[in-house]
């Protein structure tokens, strides 16, 4: 092989490794896509870091018109609504380094684990933070239930009553479980009996970590949500609540060290952000 064709394949490597992060990713994170991400064209690379999106009130009221059949003026809305900031401030990278020697005796597959490690281990810290931050993740709802005791049908009705009294529209409405939480609501009779399947039916038939329908909500399984005292806390919510942005999606880039001694360098990173849009728009589940 030639020079020219050497450099050409080097080039090609950390792309075809980034597919295999990403694809690695994909299949173990949760959270994200259950965000609002409507917002994230605008935060392209070379955009700066913040997105203003406007807090607009959820329309509930409409006027009507007092005398039927004949012409009045019209009523309108003052809009003079505030905004909100989703600023992209988090960095999550994944690196690890092998000496040259040692790189070309290792197993083809042996830098593929390791790549495919980098893709889990930001599924997971990411996961982590939209779970566990409590200003503006899944951990600042308005919390229910009991920690480390088992979720009931009432805890579930509670969260989606909640949806409903403030008018979350009924598509994009998500329930992320613990996998402890997941064995609690099996044991409720009406979860699992399909004769009651105008109430859902829980299962693993598709996506990641998805469950199955349950009333008017989307189920999903995550092992990253926030630890409570001892329990878990899982979480009710409708994807406007959050908004999520990733400005660099993961990417793999591979490096040699000659400094400090002959290292061939690998690291996966993405730059992120996410901000609490809608507080009402959710509530905290405590249990299992």
Not at 163 to 171: D, R, T
Not at 195 to 222: C, N
Not at 238 to 259: C, G, P, R, S
Request: charged residues 20%; aromatic residues 8%; proline residues 3%.
């Amino acid at each position: 092989m030639t020079g020219g064709a050497s450099g050409t394949m080097a080039n090609w490597t950390p792309e075809v490794w980034s597919k295999l992060a990403t694809i690695t990713y994909r299949s173990n994170v949760v959270l994200p896509d259950k965000m609002d991400r409507r917002w994230e064209p605008e935060l392209g690379v070379g955009r700066g870091d913040t997105v203003n999106i406007p807090a607009f009130s959820q329309n509930a009221t409409s006027i009507a018109r007092t005398t039927f059949g004949t012409a009045a003026a019209l009523t309108f809305d003052g809009v003079t609504e505030s905004q909100v900031q989703l600023v992209v401030n988090k960095l999550r990278y994944k690196a690890y380094g092998i000496p040259v020697e040692a790189a070309i005796q290792a197993m083809p597959s042996y830098v593929a684990l390791l790549t495919e490690g980098i893709g889990t281990a930001i599924a997971v810290d990411v996961d982590g933070d939209l779970a566990g931050d409590d200003t503006n993740g899944l951990d600042a709802f308005t919390a229910i239930g009991a920690d480390n005791v088992d979720v009931t049908d009432d805890d579930v009705l509670s969260g989606e009553t909640n949806l409903n009294s403030v008018n979350a529209p009924m598509s994009g409405r998500f329930f992320v479980v613990s996998p402890q939480t997941r064995a609690s609501l099996l044991k409720i009779d009406s979860y699992r009996n399909q004769l009651y399947s105008s109430i859902g039916k829980l299962d693993a038939s598709a996506g990641p970590g998805y469950l199955g329908p349950l009333y008017s909500l989307q189920a999903f399984m995550s092992n990253n949500l926030e630890a409570g005292s001892a329990g878990k806390k899982n979480a009710i919510w409708h994807q406007e609540a959050i908004a999520f942005a990733a400005q660099k999606e993961l990417t793999i880039n591979k490096d040699l060290n000659v400094e400090d001694g002959l290292i061939n360098q690998y690291v996966g990173w993405m730059v992120y952000g996410y901000k609490m849009v809608k507080s009402t728009f959710g509530r905290e589940v405590d249990g299992k």
